[in-house]
């Protein structure tokens, strides 16, 4: 598995249905806390990767995806 470094440097710039299939593509599991189910483009996203420490992934409206850290 990608540590989290790799996968912020490789997600830079995507969006949020991007990014979903990127953590399909890699085995990244994603936790929803807040999407559109029906176009994760829609509205607000934010997960958690609980394989990185719960590391909160976050975007608004098709915006590019920003990495929180705990």
Request: glycine residues 8%; aromatic residues 14%; charged residues 20%.
């Amino acid at each position: 598995m990608k540590n989290l470094k790799e996968v912020i440097q490789d997600t830079t710039g995507m969006n949020p249905v991007q990014f979903e299939a990127y953590c399909e593509t890699n085995g990244i599991q994603t936790e929803w806390l807040e999407v559109c189910v029906s176009d994760f483009n829609h509205g607000f996203y934010n997960v958690t990767l609980p394989d990185y420490e719960d590391a909160n992934v976050f975007a608004g409206y098709g915006s590019a995806i920003k990495f929180q850290l705990n």
